[in-house]
């Protein structure tokens, strides 16, 4: 299992960025999808995730103006992202909670990561 993160780079104060996250390789169903950010110096932390029944959770500091969703059948992950901010600087990353076959727990699979750069 794979998970590709694109849409991340550069824009001005007050922006909008749309990320993408698609899953592939043998899946058999996606629990929870999420995206997590990472600062210099900082820990990785929470952005939004997206259960499998559509129950959303958002870090208080992107409440109200990012999205997250998710397209099953595209096995694909979104974050809108409106209203950047130079506090959003960060390299972004997806993951989910995928399991791979019948007969197996599921297990947490991370993308590579895309950067999102916000000048003030």
């Known amino acids: 299992v794979q998970l590709q993160a694109s849409g991340g780079g550069l824009v001005q104060t007050g922006g909008s960025l749309r990320l993408s996250c698609v899953a592939s390789g043998r899946i058999l169903r996606i629990h929870d999808m999420g995206w997590h950010r990472q600062a210099p110096g900082n820990q990785r932390e929470l952005v939004a995730s997206i259960s499998s029944d559509g129950i959303i959770r958002y870090a208080d500091s992107v409440l109200g103006r990012f999205t997250i969703a998710r397209d099953d059948a595209k096995k694909t992950s979104y974050l809108q992202m409106n209203g950047l901010k130079p506090e959003d600087k960060a390299v972004y990353y997806c993951?989910?909670?995928?399991?791979?076959?019948?007969?197996?727990?599921?297990?947490?699979?991370w993308g590579q990561g895309t950067q999102v750069t916000v000048s003030s």
């Open positions: 993951n989910a909670d995928i399991r791979t076959n019948w007969g197996s727990h599921r297990r947490n699979f």
